[in-house]
């Protein structure tokens, strides 16, 4: 099989039920954005840190999810779409790792050890793709709990990051107003 097809040239892409659309539509904005987002935390993993990188694994593999749920405008019975199972996950993660941190008394900059400024940057992808999902939204019905799913990992993403700096011995900086 040929990686390419040449489908695309006039600047259309098929949707996972084969409508073509505009490759400037929202709904392939939204997953293109997620696309990124995956690209971008694989760049994180390994850490050095075979939880976080256990976790981060599994994110990987809920942005598929994610993906498969924006390419689909209308998921059958047996389609991949995000559940409440998979914002429970990024939760319960969130409140683990809360356990092993300082509670923050105010904004810190988005720095600190390799790992843990990729992880800030993940998270802003993280941030645009929510944007970009809830722009969606606006213009067709899509699955409400991948809007949620991308929020909470967001957080997530900022816990790990807060989580990687600190076993790294990186302290937080907080900016001057």
Known sequence: MSIYTGRGDEGKTDLRDMTRVSKASARIEAYGTVDELNALIGTVRPTGHDDIDERLR?????LHVVLADFANPDPEE???????????????????????????????????????????HARTVCRR?????????????????????????SDGLFTLARVVNKREGEPEEQPEY
């Open 58 to 62: 599994t994110v990987q593999n809920h």
């Open 78 to 120: 047996d389609d991949p779409v995000v559940r409440a199972e998979h914002v429970d996950t990024i939760e319960a993660w969130i409140d683990e790792y809360d356990e092993e941190l300082e509670p923050l008394t105010s904004f810190i900059l988005p720095t600190g050890s390799e790992y843990g400024a990729r992880l800030h």
């Open 129 to 153: 793709s929510e944007r970009r999902a809830v722009s969606l939204a606006t213009e067709e019905p899509i699955n409400e709990q991948a809007i949620q799913y991308l929020n909470r990992l």
